[in-house]
């Protein structure tokens, strides 16, 4: 197991090393164990983003960051334009720790927001960075709590997007209204578009 600690030990090795491409700090799936890097981790995280321009993939999941966590990372993101790949499920991140992110994430290519308590006050923030990224092409965000208005901001971005090639939003209680109004998107919405995920969201036969 990792700590916040821990990784301060390694932190200038990892910022001098300009030949890593991917770095995973997640949990293993073989694993009783996993890191916890906290707040202190990804403060560190935070001035690897900054500091290295060759990393092109972070994966994160459950390390405990919080909303504070989350909003560090995405300062830092917003200094970078290497990283292609981000992947922080399961951080507590709330929408306060998930709105710095999403904001910061035009350049990525693929955003793993799942599990992370957000509300659906993140959907204005979900619908421009959809709309106005030329690169993002797979973005997770199952088992939030985005609702129904989180889905119409969804909608509303899908309409202008043309990067996007894959969409999981399962679990996130938008309902049948939801559901219309992402189906109405998706008439002139993007058309590289190939797999959508909606399942477990109280959808009933109104919906379809």
Known sequence: ?????GMELFLDDL???????????????????KNSLGIQGAVCLSALLIRNKSLESLIINDND?????????????????????LKIAENDLKSEGAIPIIAASQHLEILCLSKNYIKQDCGKHLQKLIKKSKCLK??????????VHGAQ???????RNHSLES??????????????????????GPP??????????????QGF
Do not use: Y
């Open 153 to 159: 901001c969804i909608a509303q971005g899908l309409s």
């Open 192 to 205: 590289n578009l190939r797999e959508l995920d909606i399942s477990l969201n109280e959808i009933g036969p």
């Open 1 to 5: 197991m990792i700590s916040g600690e």
């Open 138 to 147: 797979k973005l997770q965000l199952d088992f939030n709590e985005l609702m």
């Open 15 to 33: 910022i001098a090393n300009t030949s890593l491409k991917m770095l995973d700090l997640g949990v293993l799936e073989s694993s009783m164990r």
């Open 65 to 85: 960051f919080g909303s504070d966590g989350g909003e560090c990372i995405g300062v830092a993101l917003a200094q970078n334009n290497s990283l292609k790949v």
């Open 167 to 188: 969409l999981n939003i399962k679990g996130n209680v938008i309902g049948d209204q939801g559901l219309i109004l992402l189906a109405q998107s998706l008439i002139n």
